[in-house]
C-alpha cells in the first residue's frame, strides 16, 4: 500500500539549533517528493521537491531535504531555526510525469514545529 | 503566473443549512483540482478531485459533492451540513497530464458548523 509516514508529531528545538523532520514512505515506483509547510490558519506552501538526480535538494527560507532511495526517506533539514519556521511541515509523494493523469498526493500526518526562543 | 482563489475564509453554519465553497484558478488552463478537508489535529483528508469539466471523482462517502461546472472553477457542496463537516476546507491545483505534478493550494476555508 502507499502511505508516508512522518514519526515526529509535534517538535520542539530552540530558535538557532538544528532541526530535521523525518518522512518516509511506501510507494510502488520511485515517486515525486515534496515538502510543503502550513502555518496557522493558512493554506500550504511548497518548500521543496525532488524529482530526479542530485539527491539533496535545496529549497525556500533554507530549508533542504534528502532523498535515500534505500531507506525510502526524504527528510527536512535547516542547520539554524527561526522563529518564524514554527509551523505544521508535511511530506508528501506522488506520481512521476507521465504515469498518472490524477497528480494525486500522499500526504503524512503532518509535524507540529515549535520554536523555543 | 497562477493563482488560486477560494471563499468565503471563515463561515458559521447551523447544522442542517446548505453549503457552498467556491475555489477558481487564474492563468492556467484544464488543471487538476482538488476538495482536502483538515480536521482539528489532523492531516489532510483529499475528498474530491477533478481531471475536467464535469469529471468528479470522490475518495470518500460522505454528505459533501463536489462541481465543475467550468474549466478553472471547483465547487464543494452540501444539502445539509453535519456537526462532523467542521474542519479546514481547501482547495488545490495541480497542471494536470500535460505537467509536472506538483499541488498548489489556496489559502483555505474554516467551516464551524453549529
Known amino acids: 500500500a502507499q502511505s508516508v509516514t512522518q514519526p515526529d508529531i509535534h517538535i520542539t528545538v530552540s530558535e538557532g539549533a538544528s532541526l530535521e523532520l523525518r518522512c518516509n514512505y511506501s510507494y510502488g515506483a520511485t515517486p515525486y517528493l515534496f515538502w510543503y509547510v502550513q502555518s496557522p490558519g493558512q493554506g500550504l506552501q511548497l518548500l521543496l521537491k525532488y524529482f530526479s538526480g542530485d539527491t539533496l535538494v535545496q529549497g525556500i527560507k533554507g530549508f533542504e531535504a534528502e532523498f535515500k532511495r534505500s531507506q525510502s526517506s526524504f527528510n527536512l533539514r535547516k542547520p539554524s531555526v527561526h522563529w518564524s519556521d514554527a509551523a505544521e511541515y508535511f511530506c508528501?509523494?506522488?506520481?512521476?510525469?507521465?504515469?498518472?493523469?490524477?497528480?494525486?498526493?500522499?500526504f503524512g500526518q503532518g509535524t507540529t514545529l515549535q520554536v523555543k526562543p | 503566473s497562477q493563482t488560486i482563489h477560494q471563499w468565503p475564509a471563515t463561515l458559521v453554519q447551523p447544522v442542517g443549512s446548505p453549503l457552498s465553497l467556491e475555489c477558481t484558478v487564474e492563468g492556467t488552463s484544464n488543471p487538476n483540482l482538488y476538495w482536502y478537508r483538515q480536521a482539528a489535529g489532523r492531516g489532510l483528508q483529499l475528498l474530491f478531485y477533478s481531471v475536467g469539466i464535469g469529471q468528479i471523482s470522490s475518495e470518500v462517502p460522505q454528505n459533501l459533492s463536489a462541481s465543475r461546472p467550468q474549466d478553472r472553477q471547483f465547487i464543494l457542496s452540501s444539502k445539509k451540513l453535519l456537526l462532523s463537516d467542521s474542519g479546514f476546507y481547501l482547495c488545490?491545483?495541480?497542471?494536470?497530464?500535460?505537467?509536472?505534478?506538483?499541488?498548489?493550494f489556496g489559502a483555505g476555508t474554516r467551516l464551524s458548523v453549529l
Open positions: 508528501a509523494v506522488g506520481p512521476r510525469h507521465g504515469s498518472s493523469n490524477t497528480g494525486k498526493l500522499i
Open positions: 488545490a491545483w495541480s497542471p494536470g497530464s500535460l505537467g509536472v505534478n506538483i499541488q498548489y
